[in-house]
């Protein structure tokens, strides 16, 4: 089966200083991939690169068999790729139900089903964004991407800073979103206990490299060790 | 503190009294100040929308406000004096019809706001606003230069134009005009805030990289509501030539720029009715300082003062206690 997001040695530079030295990664219909690496090592760069908020110098980057090097970002998003950006990154200004609004788009995803995963934002719909604890700003911002109607769901360091009863919400509704909506999703996160329970294969990334690809029982004690640190 | 719904209301409500008020107590020049402030109000709500929405801090929105004062001048000279205002390739007649010269003014500075938008747009912050300042004040030399027109002298039109059922030189008649116009724009206005449309443009206000990743055109979005927001200060232009039955190369000064986003600052950015609050509070200002000093604008200088360092909401966010959508 070919690949719904398929990167070939991607390479990529913030001005003179280079990122990513060859990543590849790719995601195919309905699975869930990991994107581990320790702190620096390009995780935020690749996917930066593929919701084309930064051009790639080199490399294939393709999602559902279309060429993403020529498309701005806002194109590449309206193909169906959701991103949760790293921190929460809400429409602060605009209430729960117009941020969900603003990025809404025809697809099974509506506001009823957006309620549905995450009551919390049901039950704040009129609550301005800046004023829901970070939790909540989390699921909004899940719920945000998913009112776009996404193929692909990308979450980049989604439950970073949150209460450990509000990752176990997020997790669980991640959970969800895999076994019942069939979506492909892309995760960056370090909690790898989390990861190896939902998790289908994983990637890691190395000084801008992608130096491991493979199912996630894979990946043993002694790379986790080797490149995660743990 | 008031909701701002209340508020509005009140706002509103306010506008529409004084004029009645001064009606029954024969005070006409009372109901031409209040045209005034309902007009300027709609020069307000029109850059309130780029500005306070978009976050496009435009410094030549008196462009348009002077393209629909000289789409008024110019349709009205040429009725008056019986003279075509072209006959090649096809036959254009001047005119006195007031809804005609509104449409043909919002036309006509919605095309120059799609024009400028389209060139400025691609520029941001400090340059953004220079180049809608050039734009503005090369509209304001070619309307100098322009003879034909009246060049520096400006444009005469002896008698209002007209409106069907209405004598439009009765001051509260056209007064009521301004004031369903206003009233029209800002019912507009508030849904297209509210809708998915103008969700995203705040949005795009407030994050545009957030924006894009959701899959919002930014670029576009900003445009239309450029367009749209152009279009609106045309119509006030054509009205306010119609209030003073004269039009100048001043309507497109960047002073008017200046004075429409003043309205805006005092009465609170990014609030509906805040640029008929600021409108207001101008002219009375300008009324009333104006018969104590001329050089009245350095009072005005220390109020706008006050209200950017300590009342970020303007009018409207002081008497409600918030600051609103307001971006920074």
Known sequence: ?230 | MLPERLLNAVILLTLLAVPLAALALDEPFIITLATKVTILALAGVGLNLALGQGGLVSFGHAAYFGLGGYAMGILASHAQSFTPLMEVPFLIEGTKSMPVIWITAIIVSSLAALLIGALSLRTSGVYFIMVTLAFGQMFYYFAISWPAYGGEDGLSIYVRNGFPGLNTLVPIQFFGICFVLLCVVLFFVSRLNRSAFGLALDGAHQHSERALTVGININRVRLVAFVISGGITGLAGALFADLNRFVSPTMFSWHTSGEIMIFIILGGVARICGPIAGAAAYIILEHYLGDVSEYWQVYLGFILLFVVLFAKGGIVGALTGSRGKAHG
Not at chain 1, 57 to 69: E, I, K, N, P, T
Not at chain 1, 101 to 112: E, I, Q
């Open chain 1, 1 to 230: 089966m070919s690949a719904l997001l398929d990167l070939r040695g991607v390479e990529a530079s913030y001005g003179a200083s280079q990122a990513l030295f060859g990543v590849d990664l790719q995601v195919r219909e309905g699975e869930l991939v990991a994107l581990m690496g320790r702190n620096g090592m390009g995780k935020t760069t690749t996917i930066k690169v593929i919701c084309r908020l930064l051009k790639n110098s080199a490399g294939d980057v393709a999602f559902a068999g279309q060429d993403l090097r020529s498309l701005p970002s806002h194109k590449a998003a309206q193909l169906g790729l959701g991103l949760v950006p790293e921190g929460r990154r809400c429409f602060t200004n605009l209430s729960v139900w117009e941020n969900l609004y603003a990025a809404a788009r025809p697809g099974a995803w509506d506001l009823a089903k957006v309620y549905e995963l995450f009551p919390r934002l049901g039950e704040r719909a009129d609550q301005m964004a800046k004023s829901l604890s970070g939790g909540e700003q989390q699921m909004l911002a899940i719920g945000r991407a998913l009112m776009t109607n996404p193929r692909l769901l990308i979450l980049d360091e989604a439950t970073e800073g949150l209460a450990p009863v509000v990752r176990q919400e997020i997790w669980a509704a991640i959970g969800t979103l895999k076994s019942t909506s069939g979506l492909s999703i892309l995760v960056v996160d370090k909690t790898i206990s989390e990861l190896r329970r939902i998790a289908d294969s994983a990637v890691i990334l190395e000084r801008g490299r992608s130096v491991w690809q493979g199912r996630i029982d894979a990946l043993t004690s002694d790379l986790r060790n080797k490149y995660l640190g743990v």
